[in-house]
């Protein structure tokens, strides 16, 4: 069963914008994931922060964490047309993940 | 070798049809997934195999059935499906069952039902 929402679920930015993603989920996790779906094809591990983590950084993405409010955000700085993408993330307590909603992420040119 | 492979990238099946999807990986990782993904939803988990044992099935129908081989290859028997079972079936590995790691996807298989 779905565990997370994401909002918004469709963004569309011009290229060079920054991009911000929500995810909040219902249990607690040991971890919480992202990943990037380009459209009808197989999923993209990005990032993953672990429950004891508040911040994470990787080239273009910041996620964060706050596991009080059961919330993370997914930051995309300085955007390209090849970001366009579906944006999932998937928190994980036990054996499985579990997928949010999903963000529709449109990159202008 | 970093990837997971899913044959055939299409399928279009009779509801009186069997076919088998296939998925492969060469990272020794011990866990493979199988997920269903309909459109603008997230996929949904159908089953996971921990050591080439299956370990969850979640409440998938009996016309779906998994098989597991060997450590490298999963597949994924389908039989008598119906219309609704129409969707992207993904196929993920990672290292361990029970781990902290990210999950590997294939690009999936394309399925549609007559």
């Known amino acids: 069963s779905q565990q997370g929402e994401e909002d918004p679920q469709a963004l569309s930015i011009q290229e060079g914008e920054n991009a911000t993603m929500n995810c909040s989920y219902k249990?607690?996790?040991?971890?919480l994931q992202w990943y990037r779906q380009n459209s009808g094809r197989g999923l993209v591990h990005l990032i993953l922060?672990?429950?004891?983590?508040r911040e994470k950084h990787s080239g273009r993405l910041r996620v964060t964490l706050d596991t009080s409010k059961k919330s993370s955000s997914l930051l995309i700085t300085a955007s390209r047309a090849a970001d366009t993408a579906s944006y999932f993330c998937?928190?994980?307590?036990?054996?499985?993940?579990?997928f949010g909603s999903g963000t529709q992420l449109t990159v202008l040119p | 070798d970093t990837e997971v492979t899913q044959t055939p990238k299409h399928l279009v099946m009779g509801m009186t049809n069997k076919k088998s999807l296939k998925c492969e990986q060469h990272?020794?990782?011990?866990?493979m997934y199988w997920y269903k993904q309909k459109a603008k939803k997230p996929p949904e988990l159908m089953f996971v195999?921990?050591?080439?044992?299956?370990?969850i099935n979640e409440s998938v129908p009996s016309r779906f059935s998994p098989e597991c081989p060997n450590s490298s290859l999963l597949n994924l028997h389908l039989h008598a499906l119906q219309p609704e079972d129409s969707a992207l079936y993904l196929c993920?590995?990672?290292?361990?069952?029970?781990?902290?790691?990210?999950?590997?996807f294939g690009p999936g298989t394309r399925l549609l039902v007559l």
């Open positions: 998937a928190t994980r307590f036990t054996r499985q993940l579990t």
């Open positions: 249990t607690s996790i040991n971890n």
């Open positions: 922060i672990r429950s004891n983590e």
């Open positions: 990272m020794g990782h011990r866990a």
């Open positions: 195999y921990s050591y080439e044992k299956l370990s």
């Open positions: 993920a590995s990672s290292l361990l069952p029970a781990g902290q790691e990210t999950q590997y």
